[in-house]
Every structure is written in structure tokens, then in C-alpha cells.
């Protein structure tokens, strides 16, 4: 008969769940990775737990603490050279200490990856790379909630509740501005890539608007937007469209230099002579860049060393606790014959 009775007196991890009125995760956590959960959750649950005389299994402990070694970076597109460039040197400076990056795509809507976030999560990642801001209510606490290390990088945006260790969008391309200011040119284009929760094409947009309108003497703008991303179709497209609106643009900028690259075929192919008649300019400093004709004028960023950076960050956090820090990094304009004065 003994073999039928239910066994009194056994506290379970259900039991503290339903107690503390947590989930079985989040007691799971409270033991085994107190790190990631509330400091009041956390004394909630063990209190509740003493009280109980809950004690979890010392060999279940064990294989749950046990390190994944796992990493997560969550990115735009892989069809983009530029984030190529970030995530090689992150996962190459983490490969160093024995980490796996699991890279997940998610489009340019920062707004619009908490799905993509939470499996990563689920997958058992122990920190986070995260292109842009975080602006999703739900996934900033549920990030916090977890105590996940998170770095947002392409982005240098300051009191966020995730540090950024990137550039700053809106002062580079206010440095770009002024510099066709500079040349002569009084009335711009500027072609961005999807808009709609990103932050890196909004603080350009703004800061080409803001630059423009607060210019001694008077000046015109106008934006295209590609709205599924960053093609030399659109640019071709588009440099077309404005020279039947916009005749008297006389520069245009490129929100990535696979535009300008669509922009240069397109005058070539209308027998506009760039930069005499047009000046092009771009952003990234694609490797091509100054191999097109004419060598394109470009916005370099820091691709490679946010990734280094961003690594080493989470590399101190996860090995030694240390505060992950924000870090600006710097930006470099690449003058070369597709700009010019007017």
C-alpha cells in the first residue's frame, strides 16, 4: 500500500509559484539566477520559500546553472554589408572567451522584435547585442524583469534604460549637411531607408530638416523614403523621380552608400555629370565606395569597432560583473570627386 499513498510534507516549486503568486520560471530564477530576476521578487520568493521549507534539488541545481556560453544579436537584415561588418568582430572578439552568437533578423521597426527577442531568450542567451533603441514598453520589462545584460548599438542615445555603445546619427549627418553647406548648395534631397521605428533614419532625417531650416539664408529639402530597405533599385528609381520634381536639387544624400550607388548609375545613365550638375553623397563607406565612378564622398562609421566594443562590454559583465557602460564613438567624413562646390 505504500507505493499508492501520495507522499505528505514534499514542498514543490509549484507550490512557492502559487504561493508567492510568481511563475515556476521566475522561482527557478530567484534560486539559480538571482541576477535575472527583481530584488523584491526575489525576497518575495525566498521568503515564501523559507516559510514553505522549499529547498530545491541540489542535483537539478546543478545542470540548471550550468552556462550556455550563448549570445544574442538581433539585427536589421543580413542583406546588409554594414551589420556584416558589426557582427564579425562581436562574435570574433566573444569567440575568444568561448561564446556562440546566435545572430536573428527582425527589420528596421525596433518597435516590433519582442518575439525575435524572447525566443533568443528562451534559447538560453545570456546577454544581448540589440541594433537601435529598445522602445517596446513590454520588452523593456520584460529585459529588466530577466536581468539581462543588454548593449544597443548603430545608435548613441543617452538616459535610455539600455546603454548604447554606438555613434551619434543626428550629429554625423548634421556634419554632412554642413559640409554641401559649405560647397554652395542651398537645396538637398535626402533618401532614407524605412523610417517607421527606426531611430537611426529619424535622428537623420531630423538632423538634415533641423540643419537646413536653420541656415542663415533660405533653403529647400526633401525626403524619399525606401520603405522595405536599402537597394540600388531605389536609388536609381528615386534619383529619377527627382530630377522631374526637384530640378534645381543640386545634392543629394544617401542614408547608405548601396543608394548612392543606385543615384551614380542613374546619372550616369541621364548623362548628369556628377559632381558638376549633382553632388552625391553617402553613409557607411562601403568597401566599394571609392571604387565607383566617381570615387563616392561617405560618411564612415565605426562598424567594426562597435562590435569589438560592444563584445568586450558584455565579455566584463558576464566574467566580472561590471557595469556595462555608454560609449560615443566617433565618425569620419570621406571627401573624395562626388561632391564638389556649386
Do not use: W
Not at 511563475?23 to 530576476?37: E, G, I
Not at 544574442?72 to 564579425?88: C, E, R, S
Not at 538637398?188 to 530638416?209: E, H, S, V, W
Amino acid at each position: 500500500m505504500s507505493g499508492t499513498v501520495k507522499s505528505v510534507g514534499r514542498v514543490t516549486v509549484t507550490d512557492v509559484a502559487k504561493a508567492a503568486g510568481v511563475s515556476v520560471a521566475t522561482v527557478s530564477r530567484s534560486f539559480n539566477l538571482p541576477t535575472h530576476v527583481r530584488d523584491d521578487v526575489r525576497e518575495k520568493v525566498l521568503a515564501v520559500a523559507a516559510k514553505l521549507g522549499y529547498s530545491p534539488n541540489p542535483a537539478a541545481k546543478a545542470l540548471r546553472l550550468q552556462k550556455t556560453n550563448l549570445i544574442g544579436a538581433i539585427i536589421p537584415t543580413l542583406d546588409h554589408a554594414i551589420y556584416a561588418t558589426m557582427v564579425k568582430s562581436f562574435q570574433e572578439r566573444l569567440a575568444e572567451y568561448g561564446y556562440v552568437v546566435y545572430v536573428l533578423s527582425c527589420g528596421f521597426d525596433s518597435g516590433a522584435i519582442f518575439d525575435k527577442v524572447k525566443l533568443l531568450v528562451e534559447r538560453g542567451v545570456e546577454a544581448l547585442l540589440i541594433v537601435g533603441d529598445v522602445t517596446d514598453d513590454n520588452l523593456k520589462r520584460y529585459l529588466q524583469d530577466y536581468r539581462m545584460p543588454v548593449v544597443c548599438t548603430y545608435s548613441y542615445l543617452s538616459d535610455r534604460e539600455f546603454p548604447f555603445i554606438g555613434f551619434d546619427n543626428y550629429q554625423a549627418t548634421r556634419q554632412l549637411v554642413e559640409y554641401l553647406l559649405g560647397l554652395g548648395h542651398r537645396n538637398m534631397a535626402m533618401l532614407t531607408g524605412p523610417i517607421k521605428g527606426n531611430d537611426r533614419q529619424q535622428a537623420r532625417y531630423q538632423a538634415f530638416k533641423d540643419t537646413l531650416e536653420g541656415y542663415r539664408e533660405r533653403c529647400s529639402h526633401s525626403m524619399y523614403e525606401a520603405e522595405t530597405g536599402y537597394t540600388i533599385e531605389f536609388g536609381e528609381r528615386t534619383l529619377r523621380r527627382i530630377r522631374l520634381e526637384r530640378p534645381e536639387v543640386t545634392a543629394v544624400i544617401c542614408n547608405s552608400d548601396v543608394i548612392a550607388f543606385g543615384v551614380l548609375s542613374a546619372c550616369k545613365k541621364l548623362q548628369l555629370n556628377v559632381p558638376k550638375e549633382i553632388s552625391v553623397v553617402g553613409y557607411d563607406n562601403l568597401e566599394f565606395a571609392e571604387y565607383l565612378d566617381p570615387p563616392l564622398t561617405t560618411l564612415a562609421i565605426p562598424a567594426s569597432e562597435m562590435g569589438l566594443r560592444s563584445a568586450e562590454a558584455l565579455i566584463g559583465k558576464l566574467k566580472h560583473g561590471a557595469e556595462i557602460r555608454p560609449l560615443l564613438l566617433g565618425t569620419q567624413l570621406m571627401i573624395r570627386q562626388s561632391s564638389d562646390a556649386i
